[in-house]
């Protein structure tokens, strides 16, 4: 695991705010939640797309690099271990869809569901990533505090 | 591979968070090294060793299986 990479801990805080709000208005405004007072396709709803999107990635980045408060190598090894099951799951999910769309009856709606599947799936891994690293932190320091 | 890093500690009377302060790791590690859950590299085998005064091979022992 390279440490030079990691952010400082504070950084996982912004990352908690960031990613599900920029998530949360993105959808929003996917779903013409602003369509009353922005019109749809003007710069200022492309603003608030790209922001909202960029900003729930920026959340996703400071959520997974951001270092542990005492960061050392059994967290190194979670990291690592946290990064091979996202990609399992990741292939996982790949293998499934592919099947699901082969065996489909309907036909895929073009390319917006491709970019939707492959955003999906560029996007899972890291929600793998943070999903398994998380609770396996919270099991270890539960476990640890009980003991 | 079996560690005595447990019983070397009450031994020695100091708690999971002072040791993990004396080897600049969290206490979260000392609980998954006792517990067997992870395997120390070299460098913190011999920190733990010098901060428990006893040897290496004294505090992990090799098993049959490995």
Same mark, same amino acid.
């Not at chain 1, 990741?90 to 970019?115: K, R, T």
């Given at each position: 695991?390279?440490?030079?990479?990691?952010?400082?801990?504070?950084?996982?805080?912004?990352?908690?705010?960031?990613?599900?709000?920029?998530?949360?208005?993105?959808?929003?405004?996917?779903?013409?939640?602003?369509?009353?007072w922005?019109?749809?396709?003007?710069?200022?709803?492309?603003? *608030? /797309? !790209?922001?909202?999107? #960029?900003?729930?990635?920026?959340?996703? =980045? +400071?959520? $997974?690099?951001a270092?542990?408060?005492?960061?050392?190598?059994?967290?190194?090894?979670?990291?690592?271990?946290?990064?091979?099951?996202?990609?399992?799951?990741?292939?996982?999910?790949?293998?499934?869809?592919?099947?699901?769309?082969?065996?489909?009856?309907?036909?895929?709606?073009?390319?917006?569901?491709?970019?939707?599947?492959? *955003? /999906? !799936?560029?996007?899972? #891994?890291?929600?793998?990533?943070?999903? =398994? +690293?998380? $609770?396996?932190?919270?099991r270890?320091?539960?476990?640890?505090h009980?003991? | 591979?079996?560690?005595?890093?447990?019983?070397?500690?009450?031994?020695?009377?100091?708690?999971?968070?002072?040791?993990?302060d004396?080897?600049?790791?969290?206490?979260?590690?000392?609980?998954?090294?006792?517990?067997?859950?992870?395997?120390p590299?070299?460098?913190?085998?011999?920190?733990?060793?010098?901060?428990?005064?006893?040897?290496?091979?004294?505090?992990?022992?090799?098993e049959?299986?490995?």
């Amino acid at each position: 695991m390279i440490q030079k990479v990691l952010l400082p801990h504070r950084y996982k805080k912004a990352g908690v705010w960031f990613a599900p709000i920029g998530f949360i208005t993105w959808c929003a405004a996917q779903q013409g939640a602003f369509s009353g007072w922005i019109e749809t396709g003007s710069w200022q709803m492309v603003t *608030i /797309l !790209a922001t909202s999107f #960029f900003g729930f990635l920026a959340g996703l =980045y +400071f959520l $997974i690099f951001a270092k542990e408060k005492n960061e050392d190598e059994y967290i190194a090894k979670l990291r690592l271990q946290s990064f091979q099951t996202a990609a399992f799951g990741q292939l996982a999910f790949f293998i499934l869809s592919f099947v699901y769309i082969a065996l489909s009856v309907n036909e895929p709606a073009g390319d917006a569901q491709l970019e939707l599947f492959l *955003i /999906l !799936a560029i996007l899972l #891994f890291w929600v793998f990533y943070i999903a =398994y +690293f998380n $609770i396996t932190m919270y099991r270890i320091r539960k476990m640890a505090h009980e003991k | 591979m079996k560690n005595n890093v447990r019983e070397e500690r009450i031994k020695l009377d100091i708690t999971q968070q002072e040791l993990a302060d004396a080897i600049s790791v969290s206490r979260q590690t000392i609980f998954a090294i006792e517990t067997g859950k992870y395997t120390p590299s070299v460098i913190l085998a011999l920190k733990l060793s010098q901060c428990l005064k006893r040897k290496v091979e004294d505090l992990f022992v090799l098993e049959k299986e490995d």
